[in-house]
């Protein structure tokens, strides 16, 4: 809905008449949508706006609660949860806060502005023998702990999850105050963003990311990891058809696949405890065949080639070594496990270039878009945040049965009904979720919306856990799985009301202040 | 007054206590805190008995002190912050719920103490992330919610580490489970399909567990708690590395954190380390400690089930090499400090009497979060102002502990003193408060403000303050948790 | 084609932002990232490849009308490709392509940009992109006593191209060709007056109309004159005549090559022996359409597979920038005794466009040099001392930028360089 002129003006004021469209055109940018919709265009926003600092955010956010407009900020805006809730919401599209603030090297933080991309910090960070969490869903996220929905990935065996890794962070809340965590407001130092006191990080984020429905998140310290490997990965090629020119030395890659998913468990089990592991990441085969093949073609080649020669479900791993004798130890009891695992190794991933090239994508994560889109597809069906390994891979095992029945009914592809799975911290926790690919039709999304509900009805009737919406957390879903797990949508809600007394946070991935009509 | 016989209704007559001698007990500590006494103590049996509790004193806007650990206490956080109080002590609620092996978790009731702890979690191979030397008395969950640090920064990827989950009866009188453990089902129909109560966050987009946490009770009684464990290593090979120059140590230390090569690692001065180490005071302590180097780094290397042998030896060696790079040299003793007595040590809560109280009978803790950076500065402003109040440099302990994996340094100074000399105990006391302002000037974060010096550090940012009340104002919406802590 | 029939490309946009930065596996550091000059500059997301084709399925859908910002949207795009090239690291399906129709649309429903119009009128009129008089075209070559291909003929055509043509600034690379070719013993010839523009710039700024025109016109004369080989040194030229002609089915069999493949072929054949020192510290800048948007056209005919992944019946193999012509000019380079080459960070199928292509050139001088200013810091940061380019246009918008931001830096075509070491 077109904003009044004055109000336009009032915003433009704040970022001058370069930095605020509400032009159909613009905004219709904004509003298209991928994944399994009936519509390609959702919601417009009232108004972009490209704030460039905190001062800008900060009376975006007054200027919203004066008027009773609503307001959602975006990084890179991939989420469709950095879509609008209703047709009075300002996007903040926080693309020019794009700088890195800090690296600190000794006391391994780094401080990001929401659209640094994951890529970006890495490779700043690889020239300085450190590296970083990176999402699932790619480098090309921001690097933003709080962009990030659930805030784990591939390497999180390693380098763990966003939720864990957040240090000091500078918070607009939605009445427009600056919130400073931890150590940053008490004396402008990132380090911790703990306390003085109990942990406002708990009010900002949990085991999924509020989605826009807190207040903006300006600036974030978040930790970082020792990196073995060259400060710059020796890419060679053009594009697509890259690979590097050698494994880096003490790097080492293998997928092995197991009889069934009793073994994987155990496998990946013995790999955490063994603390040798520096990915591990349980991309099924069709996944992997994503990660190779630079066209569709050869995608689809790849994992036809794979499909026969698996035993069952899989993971791929990588090991990194900080000396040699730290790379031969890890190895060798990497072998060991496989061995009394009964683990096989994918032997036509052990060539050195197509193993080279697996290590590098998989560690900068670039190829999650084709392993989704190239098919047509969306992530579905997850436990919110993570769990014991061996708790997901079972929940996996049952969601697995009913995309099962859809690749039968043909509207799903047939990747053998696979899902993906990976280990946190060193097996200490896990995650798992469900890709499925499809074609839009009517039906394919009927089929699609039924296959989640059941996933997540699944995930509550068997205990399994809170479902993790990959949407972002509709209110009326914390409606529902609220009164299972602690009436926490009630606690949630009290916190929503007390922090954003005008509903200014765009609530449509959050909670909504005021309970819906017709919601238990 | 609340009435007796209401609290003795929910706990039964024998656990609520009004008996002066008791009271008197609860009405101060260690610390330099203002004794109160409260009206009554009241033992609880079980969550129920919490549960009723708390909502007697919502109706009947009671303060509520939650006390978890036996005495001594030292931070003034379980003295009654106003009168009328009734101190909830959870010291008999001893149950240790589970320990999970596959999972490497375990859960327990706010009295279970690291000593009883250990032993149940070393029987399925596991073992805990402990704070450096524990009294006998102190209490897992305590330790826990107070974000004590922990002695093995490679596993404490988290500041809230190693605490998962916890049942807690908020101020409203509600009962709450925190992370995973928070729902669908119970806690026994989340076991039967392999969950566990080990993530901590959420559910859904809060983190529950990090607003109890550093709370001091102000927010609601834990009735359990679930905690990481971490395995039982085959075998372990310590070392000790003496040196005058706390820089390079702290540059080791930096590499064997990052590098995630040790397990146990920290670094004490000889004062502290004497304190730990000696067998008879004074004597055997003045010796060890005047033989001992100004710091001393500990560390200690571990193998576990797959080629153990072959694991510590590289990782001798790959500790060595770095120990060289820095010009330092760890080694199996320093001076007559054997680096495997003093792991056997820090791997059991403190022998009695308490550690901190052997050598002069009282000890006053300073500390707080920095980055080691800033430590050489903090460390020599603190022994300039010690000076300046005539407190000796040669009385007073250091300890700096690697935390979050190396992100950040607990640094604590451990000022013993005779607390039955008064214009010690006073000197002390000033030192205190005084200090504060530097340290925080100079990079110390004081992340959890006790007694005194609350009202300084939490104060220095008032728009963190307003945020902490609007969320008492949800969870204590009348004020019955510990009132008067923190800046509640 | 027409916008319609990319509906199915534009669909399978996921909203990633990768058409936004540099591939991904190619990034170095936090700068540079980005390798689309339309969204840095204007940040909105309708600037970057993936909003241009969000905002096609909007007008396709008929959501849109066209407004002033609509308009700037269109034409502030240099067509540089980059945004496909980083897409098609992903996804098979076509980003410039429904870029290039959504503009051509523009055009053809009259929603044009006056200062391309002015453009377009000039090549209607004088049968050039630049101002000039048709009679004068050939003036660069007065008393070099070439030959006319169209009286006298000869199997190699030099195309000059309007800017060099016209832009005296840019005669002595034309010299230095002519030069070259001679001294190589090639036998060649140019139109002069009779050469009229390739009309691969027209296509860019969507005027289809008068490019095919351009084309038709373009190809009778060479057929007419028996021309087998067409060598420019035009980036923009050689684009149209490799790859548009034959997109549009009118190229034939003639032998499209740059002047940066001639002189490496002529080179390693022996037929020019650089031997003089060129003692210089030099960086290359790709152009884009002689680098990414260089490689051969594809030909594809055939079905859509039913199916999950988008896959066709023959294989359709996209043009992704992979075969782009990037070693030849930097073969040139090497040859150069003396000649140190250093690479910036953004080279070859990702290097960051010069700002003087899809008509920004003309309708938005400003965009144009910001983007050129952009490349010029990054050449600096090389330590070089000369930036190496080898198409007109961007070394025009180089030279432009350079003066008004008071940079040191020279810029030379590597036909320039060559010639110094011949
Ligand atoms: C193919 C695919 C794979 C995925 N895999 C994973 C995965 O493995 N792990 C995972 O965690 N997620 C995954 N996701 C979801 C993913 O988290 C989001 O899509 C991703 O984080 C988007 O990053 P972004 O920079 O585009 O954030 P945006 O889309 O810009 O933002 C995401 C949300 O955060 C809010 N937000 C962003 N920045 C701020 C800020 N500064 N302050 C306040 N609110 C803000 C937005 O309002 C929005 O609700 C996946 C998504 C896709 C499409």
């Known amino acids: 809905m077109a904003l009044d002129k004055d109000i336009y003006r009032a915003f433009e004021d704040v970022v001058g008449p370069d930095n605020i469209s509400d032009d159909p055109a613009i905004l219709d940018s904004y509003s298209y949508r991928w994944g399994p919709q009936t519509e390609t265009f959702g919601q417009r926003f009232a108004a972009i706006t490209l704030p460039k600092d905190t001062a800008e955010v900060q009376a975006i956010v007054r200027l919203c609660n004066k008027y009773g407009i609503q307001f959602k900020a975006s990084s890179t805006g991939w989420g469709s949860m950095s879509n609008p809730g209703g047709p009075e919401v300002i996007k903040m599209d926080l693309r020019r806060m794009d700088r890195i603030i800090e690296i600190n090297e000794k006391n391994m933080y780094a401080v990001v502005e929401p659209y640094v991309i994951s890529v970006q910090l890495q490779a700043e960070l690889m020239k300085r023998g450190l590296n970083c969490n990176i999402i699932g869903a790619g480098g090309n996220c921001s690097a933003h702990p709080y962009a990030a929905h659930y805030g784990g990935g591939h390497m999180g065996e390693s380098t763990s999850l966003r939720e864990r890794n957040i240090l000091a962070v500078e918070w607009v809340t939605p009445e427009g105050e600056i919130v400073k965590l931890g150590s940053l407001g008490s004396l402008g130092e990132w380090f911790c963003g703990d306390g003085p006191g109990p942990s406002l990080r708990g009010i900002t984020v949990g085991h999924a990311a509020p989605c826009g429905g807190i207040g903006v998140f300006t600036k974030a310290a978040t930790k970082i990891y020792h990196w073995a490997g060259p400060p710059i990965f020796p890419i060679e090629g053009v594009s697509p058809q890259y690979a590097p020119s050698e494994i880096p030395p003490n790097f080492f890659y293998r997928y092995y696949s197991f009889p069934s998913a009793k073994e994987m468990v155990e496998a990946q089990r013995r790999i955490g405890e063994s603390e040798i592991a520096f990915e591990v990441m349980g991309f099924n085969i069709a996944m992997l065949a994503s990660n190779m093949g630079t066209s569709n073609d050869e995608d689809y080649a790849y994992f036809e080639q794979f499909r026969k020669l698996i035993q069952g479900p899989g993971f791929q791993v990588i090991l990194m070594g900080n000396s040699p004798q730290d790379f031969e130890y890890k190895k060798q009891v990497l072998e060991q496990i496989i061995r009394e695992t009964k683990g096989e190794s994918l032997k036509p991933v052990e060539d050195p270039k197509i193993a080279g090239a697996l290590i590098w994508r998989s560690i900068r994560i670039t190829a999650s878009i084709r392993e989704c889109f190239r098919a047509g597809g969306a992530f579905s069906a997850a436990l919110g945040g993570t769990h014991p390994y061996g708790e997901e891979v079972a929940y996996m095992e049952a969601v697995s049965k009913l995309k099962k029945d859809l690749i039968k009914k043909g509207i799903l592809r047939d990747d053998d009904g696979y899902y993906l799975t990976w280990p946190h911290e060193h097996g200490h926790l896990g995650h798992a979720e469900i890709l499925i690919q499809f074609r839009q039709t009517p039906e394919s999304i009927d089929a699609i919306m039924g296959f989640s509900e059941a996933a997540m009805k699944m995930a509550i009737d068997n205990r399994y856990g809170v479902p993790h919406s990959l949407s972002g957390m509709a209110p009326d879903m914390h409606d529902m799985f609220g009164p299972h797990a602690s009436n926490y949508n009630v606690w949630q809600r009290r916190l929503k009301q007390a922090f954003d007394p005008n509903e200014v946070s765009d609530s449509s991935g959050y909670i909504k202040g005021k309970q819906q009509q017709g919601v238990s | 007054m609340i009435d007796e016989k209401k609290l003795a209704k929910i706990v039964g007559a024998t656990n609520v206590s009004h008996n002066p001698a008791t009271l008197e007990e609860y009405a101060g500590d260690m610390s330099f805190v203002k004794p109160i006494k409260p009206d009554y103590v009241v033992k609880p049996r079980n969550a129920k008995d919490i549960d009723k509790l708390v909502n007697l004193a919502k109706e009947t806007l009671t303060p509520l002190v939650p006390v978890s650990s036996g005495a001594p206490h030292f931070r003034g956080d379980t003295i009654p912050g106003i009168g009328g109080a009734v101190i909830v002590d959870l010291s008999d609620m001893k149950r240790i719920i589970r320990v999970d092996r596959m999972n490497r978790v375990a859960m327990v009731e706010p009295g279970v103490t690291f000593e009883e702890l250990i032993p149940a979690v070393e029987k399925e191979g596991l073992r805990l992330n402990m704070p450096l030397l524990p009294r006998k008395s102190k209490s897992v969950i305590g330790s826990m919610l107070e974000r004590e640090p922990v002695v093995m920064p490679k596993y404490h990827w988290d500041i809230s580490d190693p605490l998962a989950c916890v049942e807690v009866i908020f101020g409203t009188g509600e009962m709450f489970r925190t992370g995973a453990a928070a729902g669908p089902g119970t806690i026994e129909e989340q076991w039967a399909v392999g969950a566990s109560q080990k993530e901590a966050a959420g559910p859904a987009q809060v983190s529950w567990h990090r607003l109890i946490q550093g709370a001091q009770g102000t927010m609601g009684i834990v009735t359990w708690a679930s905690l990481r464990c971490e395995l039982l290593p085959s075998i372990e090979e310590p070392f000790l590395v003496g040196s005058s120059q706390l820089d390079k140590l702290l540059e080791l230390v930096h590499w064997l954190t990052r590098l995630q090569l040790v397990n146990e690692c920290f670094i004490l001065n000889n004062i502290n380390l004497a304190a730990i180490m000696a067998k008879k005071f004074p004597d055997d302590y003045q010796d060890i400690k005047d033989s001992l180097p100004p710091w001393t780094l500990f560390f200690n290397i571990a193998g576990y089930e797959y080629l153990p042998e072959k694991r510590i030896s590289y990782q001798i060696k790959d500790t060595t090499d770095i120990a060289q790079r820095t010009g330092l040299e760890p080694v199996g003793a320093v001076s007559r400090v054997s680096a495997l007595e003093l792991l056997k040590a820090v791997q059991r809560p403190s022998k009695e009497p308490y550690w901190k109280l052997r050598y002069q009978g009282g000890c006053h803790d300073i500390f707080f979060i920095t980055i080691n950076d800033k430590l050489p500065g903090l460390i020599s402003a603190m022994y300039d102002m010690a000076d300046e109040a005539g407190y000796p440099a040669s009385d007073m302990g250091i300890y700096l502990q690697p935390i979050v994996q190396g992100v950040n340094c607990h640094c604590e100074f451990n000022l013993f003193y005779d607390p039955e000399n008064p214009s010690q105990s006073e000197r002390v006391r000033k030192l205190a408060t005084s200090t504060i302002n530097n340290l925080m000037a100079k990079g110390a974060f004081f992340s959890r403000p006790y007694g005194e010096s609350t009202d300084i550090i939490i104060n220095r940012d008032a728009a963190s303050v307003a945020a902490l009340k609007k969320v008492k104002s949800i969870l204590d919406p009348n004020h019955v948790m510990n009132p008067g802590k923190l800046c509640f | ?422």
């Open chain 3, 1 to 422: 084609m027409a916008l319609e029939d990319y509906r199915k490309d534009m669909e399978l946009c996921a909203k990633c932002s990768i058409c936004k930065f540099i591939p991904l596996e190619k990034m170095k550091g936090v700068q540079p990232a980005n390798v689309c000059p339309s969204i840095s500059k204007y940040n909105f997301n309708a600037y970057s490849g993936g909003g241009r084709v969000n905002i096609g399925m909007a007008m396709l859908d008929n959501r849109l009308e066209y407004t002033d910002k609509l308009l700037h949207i269109i034409y502030n795009c240099q067509m540089c490709g980059a945004c496909d090239v980083s897409c098609k690291y992903a996804m098979d399906m076509e980003v410039l392509e429904p870029i290039y129709e959504f503009r051509i649309k523009a055009v053809e429903e009259g929603h044009t940009n006056p200062a391309l119009d002015k453009v377009i009128n000039s090549l209607r009129k004088q049968g050039t992109m630049v101002p000039g008089a048709k009679a004068k075209r050939g003036e660069w070559a007065k008393g070099l006593g070439l030959k006319d291909f169209t009286r006298q003929k000869t199997k190699v055509v030099y195309h000059v191209g309007c800017l060099t043509s016209y832009d005296k600034d840019m005669w002595k690379t034309a010299r230095a060709t002519v030069n070259l070719l001679n001294k190589a013993g090639v036998d060649f010839g140019i139109g002069g007056e009779n050469e009229s523009c390739c009309g691969g710039r027209a296509y860019q700024m969507g005027y289809e109309t008068d490019f095919i025109r351009q084309a038709q016109n373009n190809m009778a004369l060479f057929k007419q004159c028996g021309v087998e080989t067409i060598v420019t040194a035009c980036a923009d030229c050689y684009h149209a005549f490799k790859v548009l002609y034959d997109k549009f089915g009118l190229k034939g069999n003639l032998e499209v090559l740059h002047i940066t493949e001639y002189l490496d072929r002529l080179i390693k054949e022996g037929r020019l022996k650089p031997r003089k020192k060129v003692a210089m510290k030099v960086t290359y800048h790709d152009p884009c359409h002689l680098g990414r948007l260089g490689e051969p056209y594809i030909h594809w005919e055939g079905k859509e597979i039913p199916g999950f992944q988008r896959r066709f019946d023959p294989p359709k193999e996209l043009m992704r920038g992979t075969y782009g012509i990037y070693e030849p000019p930097r073969d040139v380079l090497r040859s150069i005794p003396g000649l140190k080459l250093v690479e910036m960070d953004r080279i070859k199928e990702y290097a960051w466009c010069c700002g003087a292509g899809g008509g920004v050139n003309e309708s938005n001088p400003e965009f144009s040099l910001w983007t050129a200013d952009e490349r010029i810091a990054e050449a600096e940061s090389t330590g070089a001392e000369a930036l190496v380019t080898a198409c007109p246009w961007c070394e025009k918008n180089f030279n432009q930028a350079i003066k008004e931001c008071g940079s040191s830096l020279k810029v030379y075509d590597v036909v320039e360089l060559l010639e110094k070491a011949i």
